[in-house]
């Protein structure tokens, strides 16, 4: 009998997890998995456990490094699809590098080696395993690298997005979209902060913002512990130094000892015990905020992150000439942007007094236009000689199916000489701009790395667009605005719109890699006019040599000059187009 018995047993230990009606998810991977060959728990990190236990439809987490929140995510994931049978979880990274390195070295491992994960079917089939398609009994956890296919092709109860700040925005909306037909409807987005007010950080501050307070035991204060003199002692320290001013040199001449520095309560400056759990717990600043949860996690959100360990980093850093991220990535912060940002102060310098389009116009000073197409288009038209002197004479906006009009009273009323719009995704409207105004506006994409690239059809060998360095552009117009070479008037009742629109983008620059400039809310749509604009200018100084100085030197590649015709190129609308370098030296 005690065989039977057994062989029941071990049936039922390979059909069923440990689980109960009343096991939060946390308990659930604790009774089910395993780390390093050990049950599961959350003895080194406490602060994880609410985060884990959370299944909030819509929740922000702001991370440091090193603090065990990515191995979370990925056995929160397995487990909920674990837990709750014939669901589906999308589980996006930044990038397919990102993906392929968390799907190889986390996730795959962990879905192969726990029992929990590999529980016998009812079919005794074995289970779909690949980086990006992981089955769980009857569910499935899809892995991606923001693949555009991935995001129109997959329908999902949960999606977990990881680093979101270093993920395309746009993706990210798209990828949660795919949670419309589902009863679930969860999104939770995990990431280390950039900027103040993008990604993660927007989030959090929209949220009820949870913080992981400690108690003090001397005075029984309840502090939110930062990385700053409030709460961090460095014996030694001058009072009017900052702990960011602390340099290697202090430490060799003993002036200060960093192994002695520790938190302390801002109130009666004892020190803190950061590891006794009856210390700590998670409060929520606005409660109230019920429909979106937040937590901001710190490196003194454990003790297992010393001050010491935290100085070093900084020194590191700081020989990297990257500042901004020891704060992203060691404490968790979000930057301020401060010179990679323009200011509002710079921008409503350039704004001048006049409201209105001037009456009457100018119809003999050159004249550019740069547009930003979309459902709602914006539109700058400006008057100068160059990049150095211009004036925007009409900053407004108009509904894309009157566009072409608006755009066709313009050019009538103005000596329009070129400018520039985006060709995507509108293209067929770039390409009646272009065709309405004889070329002088030209089509334009966001590609490569040159300054200026020509596009002509392959059969007629006439130019169709342009290609041009996003980056190059907007740092193009941002030097614009920081010189005051643009003053904008005009703009009737655009003028707090333009200073938004104008702040929106953050100039990104890491170490190693090429500087790109990001979006904080995606409320940009006068800044890329701008950016149009004074690409439409330096095509038409390159391209026909119009204003250029002495010592540019312009070879012509391949594109046809019609001198009598308004526009330095002969377009075409036809399909097949090859890109053709200006031969700009």
């Not at 930062?226 to 001013?245: A, I, Y």
Request: proline share 4%.
């Amino acid at each position: 009998m005690s065989h039977y018995f057994q062989e029941l047993v071990d049936r039922i230990d390979a059909r069923f997890s440990i689980d109960t009606k009343d096991m939060s998810i946390g308990d659930w991977i604790c009774a089910n998995t395993k780390l390093r060959g050990r049950p599961f728990s959350f003895d080194r990190y406490p602060f994880q456990k609410a985060i884990t236990d959370d299944m909030h439809p819509n929740m922000d987490v702001v991370k440091p490094s090193q603090v065990g929140l990515s191995e979370i995510q990925v056995r929160k994931s397995l487990a909920f699809l674990a837990r709750n049978r014939g669901t589906s979880l999308i589980f996006t990274m930044p990038n397919d590098d990102m993906f392929e390195r968390m799907s190889s070295t986390r996730i795959l491992p962990l879905a192969k080696e726990e029992k929990a994960f590999n529980l016998d079917t009812a079919s005794g089939e074995k289970p779909t395993r690949s980086k990006g398609l992981i089955q769980i009994g009857t569910s499935f956890l899809y892995v991606t690298g923001m693949k555009e296919g991935d995001a129109t092709s997959i329908s999902a109860d949960v999606v977990f997005n990881d680093e979101i700040d270093l993920s395309d925005q746009q993706m990210l909306a798209l990828f949660n979209s795919r949670l419309q037909n589902s009863d679930w409807k969860i999104n939770q987005r995990f990431s280390t902060p950039t900027f103040k007010g993008f990604g993660v950080d927007g989030g959090f501050e929209r949220s009820d913002q949870h913080e992981y307070l400690c108690k003090c035991d001397a005075c029984n204060h309840w502090n939110i512990p930062l990385f700053n003199e409030k709460f961090v002692d460095v014996p030694g320290l001058p009072s009017d130094l900052t702990l960011r001013e602390i340099d290697e040199s202090m430490i060799d001449n003993g002036m200060i000892n960093i192994n002695d520095g520790q938190v302390v309560c801002e109130k009666c400056r004892s020190p803190l015990d950061l590891s006794r759990t009856e210390n700590r717990e998670w409060v929520a600043r606005y409660a109230s905020r019920t429909h979106h949860r937040g937590y901001r996690v710190s490196p003194f959100s454990t003790d297992r992150i010393g001050v010491p360990y935290i100085i070093q980093q900084m020194f590191r850093y700081r020989q990297r000439d990257y500042m901004r991220g020891f704060e992203n990535t060691v404490l968790g912060l979000a930057d301020k942007a401060g010179a990679a940002r323009l200011s509002e102060a710079e921008i409503k310098a350039c704004i001048t007094s006049q409201v209105e389009e001037p009456t009457p116009r100018d119809k003999t000073k050159p004249t550019w236009i740069g547009i930003d197409v979309g459902q709602t288009c914006h539109i700058i038209v400006s008057q100068g000689y160059s990049t150095e002197d211009q004036q925007a004479v009409l900053i407004k906006t108009v509904p894309a199916d009157l566009l072409v009009t608006e755009v066709k009273m313009i050019l009538d009323s103005y000596n329009v000489i070129g400018g520039a719009c985006d060709r995507h995704p509108y293209t067929p409207t770039a390409e009646a701009l272009r065709d309405v105004s004889d070329g002088r506006i030209l089509p334009v994409e966001y590609r490569g790395t040159k300054d200026f690239n020509a596009v002509r059809d392959q059969l007629t060998k006439e130019v169709t667009h342009a290609q041009v360095s996003r980056t190059g552009v907007i740092d193009g117009i941002v030097k614009m605005v920081r010189h005051q070479h643009i003053r904008f008037s005009g703009y009737d009742n655009h003028k707090q719109e333009l200073v938004d629109h104008f702040q929106d983008m953050v100039r990104d620059e890491q170490p190693g890699k090429p500087a790109t400039w990001i979006k904080m809310t995606g409320n940009d749509h006068f800044f890329h006019a701008g950016a149009f604009l004074y690409a439409g200018i330096k095509v038409q100084e390159l391209v026909k040599g119009l204003f250029s100085e002495n010592r540019s030197t312009i070879i012509l590649t391949g594109v046809e000059m019609d001198t009598n015709a308004t526009s330095p190129y002969k377009i075409s609308t036809g399909k097949n187009s090859q890109r053709v370098s200006l031969g700009l030296k």
